[in-house]
């Protein structure tokens, strides 16, 4: 049996303008309950203010409600419940609470004034609701730090291993998070202060030992002097541990992969740190970290100038693999008497999980050569660059706009998708810890969606502007073509970067070079330019 209840209502000084009388609503809701099926277990009629919560009948409908005696309440438009939409939110979650469902006669939540407001009401409140849990959250990580205990964070640090925290339940006393050393990486890491601090090795020379002896790094894979450096850095490994070493921040040059921008983190100043003693196992003795740092000075101070030989001109995504599509990256051959520069294909390198695609390697004096020659042919003629720079802008300005009006419509679905959690939680279908969960979660993918809507709209902005510089664009240009037989490494990156120079090197060794220019190719064993190929 549906069991309803019918609740109607006048302002008995203005029952014309608050509409229809209580008879004929009394009428509309019997006639729709009637039409459902309900049986009518009580009908309740009054005449007072919809703004006051304080109304005999409307209490007693209420105690009705809490005593589970009905299963729908039908009213003839919503404002008949309640004027206040604060009321208003107050009676439907009671509502609700008691999975009682409301009805009115003339209208939905969507299409009244009073429902559309509840709505903004309770998504407002659950969106408040989740900020405060998230600084809850925080300032609970925080509490536990400065109690000394590891909460969260660094829980991969190389040389340990990690137990997490047990919580406590009834019959178990709980622990907090743990480190503990891992043998084989602290050897590791000791091996690396050892390195440094008796035999004088640099970064280089260290990681080429570790990766010559095939020992994987942190990460897997090959080691790179970062992963040594942030070693040789980090004072966990002499025991001195701190929470809030580091903060994330949004980078200088995002990157932005598959919609989730990267973060960059950057260490805080030291008054903001907070100690965990007794957190770490001590792996490197103070007096072997001390004096691998003072060999660090020494060989900052020997080699102040790093790796001057290896400026690679088409580095930086402007060289691609014709065989395999991969990109092409620097790779130096060491010699006795002269190193070699060379592209080579990265599905060759070990670090990564490629087939090799047999391309062969390319040596890069030649290469670069045969690049910027043809770049210099292009800019002594501007006009033409500056008008094929033209085009590509505005193909990148609609591309961009693609983005944000795909962007925007992932924020509509987001929307969507609180509302919709909105409902199964008022319906009682989801828990309030998972409402908050998903509501969190939700709040946390649409901060990131809008701050790369913003992004796009910045980059598309500076597209316009440039088009608005046209003249002083022109006028560098010209002023490069002038420079192009003496330029510079610099200048030529930024030439390759104004022209979007995109060079691939194609399986039978020529090369094509594609950009803001017009297409050309060149043959390998002559670097004269065949055009329009
Ligand atoms: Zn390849």
Not at 200 to 223: C, H, M, Q, S, T
Not at 465 to 479: F, H, I, M, P, R
Request: hydrophobic share 35%.
């Amino acid at each position: 049996m549906k069991r309803a209840a019918i609740y109607c209502r006048v302002f008995t000084d203005n029952q014309e303008t608050e509409g229809t009388s209580l008879q004929s609503q009394l009428q509309g809701c019997l006639d729709y309950c009637t039409g459902k099926g309900y049986t009518v277990v009580e009908q309740y009629s009054e005449s007072y203010s919809g703004l006051s919560l304080e109304r005999p009948k409307l209490d007693a409908l209420r105690e009705m409600v809490r005593n589970s005696e009905i299963d729908y309440l039908v009213i003839h438009c919503l404002d008949r419940l309640s004027r206040d939409p604060v009321h208003g939110v107050i009676l439907i979650e009671e509502l609700e609470k008691y999975h009682v469902t409301l009805e009115a006669v003339t209208e939905t939540m969507d299409n009244s004034e009073v429902g559309r407001l509840i709505s903004y009401i309770r998504g407002f409140a659950s969106k408040l609701e989740a900020q405060k849990i998230k600084e809850r959250t925080i300032r609970g990580k925080k509490t536990l730090a400065l109690q000394g205990v590891l909460s969260f964070g660094g829980r991969g640090l190389f040389g340990y291993n990690y137990s997490p925290r047990v919580k406590r339940t009834q019959d178990n006393p709980g622990s907090p998070a743990k480190r503990t050393v891992n043998e084989a990486q602290a050897a590791i890491v000791k091996r690396i202060f050892t390195l440094v601090a008796e035999h004088g090795y640099g970064l280089f020379k260290v990681v080429n030992e570790l990766n010559d002896e095939f020992i994987p790094a942190p990460a897997g894979g090959r080691w790179h002097e970062n992963a040594a450096w942030h070693i040789l850095h980090n004072p966990g490994y002499k025991g001195e541990y701190y929470a809030y070493r580091y903060k994330s921040i949004p980078p200088k040059n995002p990157k932005i992969i598959s919609g989730i921008k990267n973060r960059t983190h950057i260490l805080r100043d030291k008054s903001e740190w907070i100690p965990l003693p007794n957190v770490n196992p001590v792996i490197v003795e103070p007096e072997l970290w001390d004096a691998a740092h003072v060999q660090l000075d020494i060989n900052r101070r020997n080699f102040p100038i790093n790796r001057v030989h290896h400026n690679y001109l088409l580095t930086g995504g402007h060289l691609r693999c014709g065989t395999c599509g991969h990109a092409m990256s620097s790779s130096l051959k060491k010699a006795l008497t002269k190193d070699t520069r060379r592209y080579r294909c990265i599905s060759a390198q070990k670090r990564n999980d490629y087939q090799p695609c047999g391309q062969k390697i390319v040596n890069a004096d030649w290469l670069e050569e045969v690049v910027w020659e043809r770049i210099a042919k292009i800019l002594k003629n501007p006009k033409v660059a500056l008008s094929q720079m033209d085009k590509e802008r505005s193909k990148s300005t609609t591309s961009l706009d693609a983005d944000i009006a795909l962007k925007n419509r992932s924020l509509d679905d987001l929307n969507d998708e609180r509302k919709r959690y909105l409902h199964q939680y008022g319906k009682g279908l989801l828990s309030e810890i998972d409402f908050e969960t998903e509501s969190i979660r939700i709040k946390r993918v649409t901060d990131r969606v809008l701050e790369n809507i913003s992004n796009l709209e910045a980059a598309r902005q500076s597209i316009l502007t440039a088009a608005v510089n046209y003249d002083q664009l022109s006028g560098a240009v010209e002023a490069l073509a002038n420079r192009v037989r003496d330029a510079d490494f610099e200048t030529k990156k930024l030439a390759l970067r104004w022209l979007s120079i995109m060079v691939t090197v194609k399986p039978d060794g020529s090369v094509l070079i594609d950009g803001s220019l017009p297409p050309g190719k060149v043959g390998a064993t002559n670097d004269t330019i065949r055009t329009g190929c």
